[in-house]
């Protein structure tokens, strides 16, 4: 199963806010031994992200999208939403009750708004100010801000997909290697990832920030009881061909 990621809101594609979804999204499916696939970042333009969502409803994935649920002018994803699934936006009756305990006599049709969502959703609670989140078709819809979102990105994964907590663990290490190009990695690379069929290889290249000596970090992931096998046989290969390399943690062998 792939997990997904929109993010949404012109504040941060013109720079006025730094995105901490993605970061915090990939933090809390690693706990899980789950992993985030892909992530969209888009403006706040209903065509838009009206296009996206129909093409995101229509593979399998599950998919968390942050922002733009509110009731103001600039929140389009409760319409882009219904858009997409060709449905109309309902008052959602558990988010009205949600709603009305949360304003009480405060309550009016404009904050009601934000509990109409498209027909056949669910809710997401949220425990921080009980304007809820909603989902439908395996996709989560919670508000831009994090003291509210990610308590309901977790209420999501633990409510709706523990079954696929440490079902596939991973694990990773990785070492330095200098004096090398990766064309001549490349192929101890793929004769890796082929002995290895659950491990796969990762190679990232520095120009020498902050005074470091430029360096390939080459290291693989994947299954944790093959990833100590496939290092050494990666060491012991390298030391063949007389490259120089050493392990982040101490800068020797």
Not at 221 to 247: C, F, S, T, Y
Request: charged share 25%.
């Amino acid at each position: 199963m792939r997990f997904g990621a929109i993010v949404i809101g012109d504040e941060i594609m013109r720079g006025k806010r730094q995105d901490k979804h993605f970061a915090k999204l990939v933090e809390l499916l690693a706990a899980r031994d789950l992993r985030l696939d892909w992530c969209e970042y888009l403006g706040d333009d209903r065509e838009r992200l009206t296009a996206t969502l129909v093409r995101t409803f229509a593979s399998d994935d599950v998919v968390f999208s942050f922002g733009g649920i509110g009731a103001t002018p600039d929140d389009h994803t409760r319409q882009c939403a219904a858009a997409a699934l060709n449905v109309p936006l309902e008052l959602h009756p558990e988010a009205e009750a949600e709603i009305r305990g949360r304003f009480g006599a405060e309550t009016n049709a404009q904050r009601l708004k934000m509990g109409e969502f498209p027909r056949g959703a669910a809710i997401i609670p949220n425990a921080y100010n009980r304007i809820p989140g909603f989902s439908v078709a395996r996709h989560y819809f919670v508000p831009g801000f994090p003291v509210m979102a990610w308590p309901m990105v977790e209420w999501v994964l633990d409510t709706h997909y523990a079954h696929l907590f440490h079902a596939a663990p991973e694990a990773d290490a990785s070492i330095l290697v200098y004096g090398a190009a990766e064309s001549t990695l490349t192929p101890l690379m793929e004769t890796i990832e082929a002995r290895f069929a659950r491990i796969r290889v990762f190679s990232l290249p520095s120009v020498g920030e902050g005074g470091t000596r430029r360096h390939i970090e080459l290291g693989v992931r994947g299954e944790p009881g093959a990833v100590p096998r496939a290092m050494a046989e990666i060491e012991a290969a390298l030391d063949q061909m007389q490259i120089e390399w050493a392990r982040p943690a101490t800068g020797k062998k």
